[in-house]
């Protein structure tokens, strides 16, 4: 069964610059989460999709948007990049809610 | 608002030691603590996770045990060998949807 595949792996990018990361969910799962992970910060919630709807946002400005498609891929934006934006960006997918969270290798995004 | 802390944040033991991480969490009113293992450059490993209704999941050399009731889960490792070297997170699902709250996370490293 194949795990959660994110692309690309590596992105680098310009201030002011946009950029889409994709996350690919292991089959069958219906939740997709999106987290950012920095060393000074750690692990933050950023959103979550289930069946196409956004059920939680955490506290990111909306330059960060998301959206699932009717196949459960889903897409994360980021607009008018920062250079606080490098960070790795994780994706985790699940079948349902109080699940196993299973995550995927990550898109490492770099500001330059 | 949900806090996570995993003290400390490293640790170095020798191989074959019996070892507890630590995970202590501010609200109680919790739904899962899962335990994840991440190597370097990599997304998260689910390992073990917890209902709120448990008290405590094994698989092979892991068991996670939960008590709700002080905030603070473990995470015993048997037998501990130099491949489980990792940083090690705990996280607290809190609502009914996926939403995770991370800790910093354990970088263990395990000497031969």
């Known amino acids: 069964k194949a795990g959660v595949t994110q692309t690309p792996r590596y992105l680098i990018k310009t201030r002011g610059q946009q950029v889409t990361l994709s996350c690919s969910p292991i089959?069958?799962?219906?939740?997709v989460s999106w987290y950012q992970q920095t060393p000074g910060q750690g692990l933050q919630f950023l959103f979550e999709?289930?069946?196409?709807?956004?059920?939680n946002k955490g506290n990111f400005p909306g330059r960060f948007s998301g959206r699932q498609f009717s196949n459960s891929r889903s897409e994360m934006n980021v607009s008018t990049l920062e250079l606080g934006d490098s960070a790795l960006y994780l994706c985790?997918?699940?079948?349902?809610?109080?699940?196993?969270?299973?995550f995927g290798d990550g898109t490492r995004l770099s500001i330059l | 608002k949900q806090e996570v802390t995993q003290i400390p944040a490293a640790l170095s033991v020798p191989e074959g030691e019996n070892l507890v991480l630590n995970c202590s969490f501010t609200?109680?009113?919790?739904?899962?603590l899962q335990w994840f293992r991440q190597d370097p450059g990599k997304g998260l490993t689910s390992l073990l996770l917890?209902?709120?209704?448990?008290r405590e999941q094994t698989s092979g050399r892991l068991n996670a045990s939960l008590d709700k009731s002080s905030g603070r889960s473990t995470l015993y490792i048997a037998a501990s060998q130099p491949g489980d070297s990792a940083t090690y997170l705990c996280?607290?699902?809190?609502?009914?949807?996926?939403?995770?709250?991370f800790g910093k996370g354990i970088t263990l490293s395990v000497r031969p």
């Open positions: 985790a997918s699940s079948l349902w809610s109080n699940q196993p969270q299973h």
């Open positions: 089959s069958g799962h219906r939740s």
């Open positions: 999709y289930f069946s196409e709807t956004q059920r």
């Open positions: 609200d109680s009113a919790i739904y899962n």
């Open positions: 917890i209902q709120s209704s448990q």
């Open positions: 996280a607290a699902g809190t609502g009914a949807n996926s939403k995770l709250t």
